[in-house]
């Protein structure tokens, strides 16, 4: 079974930087594209970044040129790191990999901008 694990997170004025990790269980995770979302209360999960297992990367437009997700593979961690960042970026940030049909998600961490 998979296991995600995130860390980071957490409160930050806005045009500051925080950096979520997601490490992963499992030899298969080097394989694998990774999926960074986030969710507000009342809305649907939002795409916000993947990396694919090459560590080639897409953003949503909300994002791009502030995020970046990364990978390490020798850890089975995947990384977001947010700058510049925004009240409107303020969520719950999850990871997510999909194995067959299967999707494992990350608990969740919680990032909140202040203005």
């Known amino acids: 079974q998979v296991q995600l694990v995130q860390s980071g997170g957490g409160l930050v004025q806005a045009g500051g930087s925080l950096r979520l990790s997601c490490a992963a269980s499992?030899?298969?995770?080097?394989?694998?594209?990774m999926d960074w979302y986030r969710q507000t209360p009342g809305k649907q999960r939002e795409l916000v970044a993947d990396?694919?297992?090459?560590?080639?990367?897409n953003y949503a437009d909300s994002v791009k040129g502030r995020f970046t997700a990364s990978r390490d593979n020798a850890k089975n961690t995947v990384y977001l790191q947010m700058n510049s960042l925004k009240p409107e970026d303020t969520a719950v940030y999850y990871c997510?990999?999909?194995?067959?049909?299967?999707?494992?998600w990350g608990q969740g961490t919680q990032v909140a901008v202040s203005s």
């Open positions: 997510k990999i999909v194995i067959g049909p299967y999707d494992y």
């Open positions: 990396i694919s297992s090459g560590s080639s990367t």
């Open positions: 499992g030899s298969i995770f080097s394989f694998k594209s």
